[in-house]
């Protein structure tokens, strides 16, 4: 694996080399990065684009008679996230008998997480940055694609982050 050396903050871009072959693992930005000297241990917390579901809505949102996909879009839009792959659609409509208002004042993370539920679908982050809302506990599995191995279903605040630690022997130049 190829470590970002990179500055909190930049684009960080993360491959991985399994048997000779070099994939695409992350894509996202460098939150933090430490080091300490003799022996060199870094550490290097990478974000991705989910981090931004964790805040309010700067205007409210109504669903009314809106598809499951729509309303997910509301949501990742709401909080400027747009670089949207494929959304898994459960065939549900939010709003049809009442109008469903998300205020400024609700944690988008929490809304989300209520929906995925509802919906019975996960979403992530793919390895070229790309948020994706899959069946749950269904995979890709198109030709040629990575295949994670974790569960996309994340534990309470651990959407969009990704922590690696490196020790080296030396001095960090």
Do not use: C, H
Not at 11 to 24: E, F, H, M, S
Not at 30 to 48: G, T
Not at 118 to 127: A, E, F
């Amino acid at each position: 694996m190829d470590l970002p050396s990179l500055d909190g903050g930049e684009i960080a871009v993360v491959d991985v080399r399994l048997n000779g072959v070099w994939t695409r693992f992350f894509t996202g930005i460098v939150e933090q990065r430490s080091a300490k000297v003799a022996p060199i241990n870094r550490s290097i917390q990478l974000i991705d684009e989910l981090r931004k579901l964790d805040q309010t809505l700067a205007t409210a949102i109504t669903w009314s008679g809106s598809s499951y996909t729509d309303a997910v879009t509301d949501l990742l839009n709401g909080v400027g996230i747009t670089n949207i792959g494929s959304i898994y659609d459960p065939g549900l409509t939010l709003g049809s008998n009442y109008d469903i208002v998300i205020g400024t004042e609700e944690n988008v993370d929490q809304v989300m997480r209520e929906l995925m539920e509802y919906g019975g679908t996960s979403i992530y982050v793919d390895q070229n940055g790309q948020v994706q809302v899959i069946d749950n506990p269904g995979m890709p599995t198109e030709a040629g694609a990575l295949t994670y191995t974790e569960d996309p279903t994340y534990s309470d605040n651990e959407y969009g982050y990704y922590g690696v630690e490196e020790v080296v022997s030396g001095v960090e130049g």
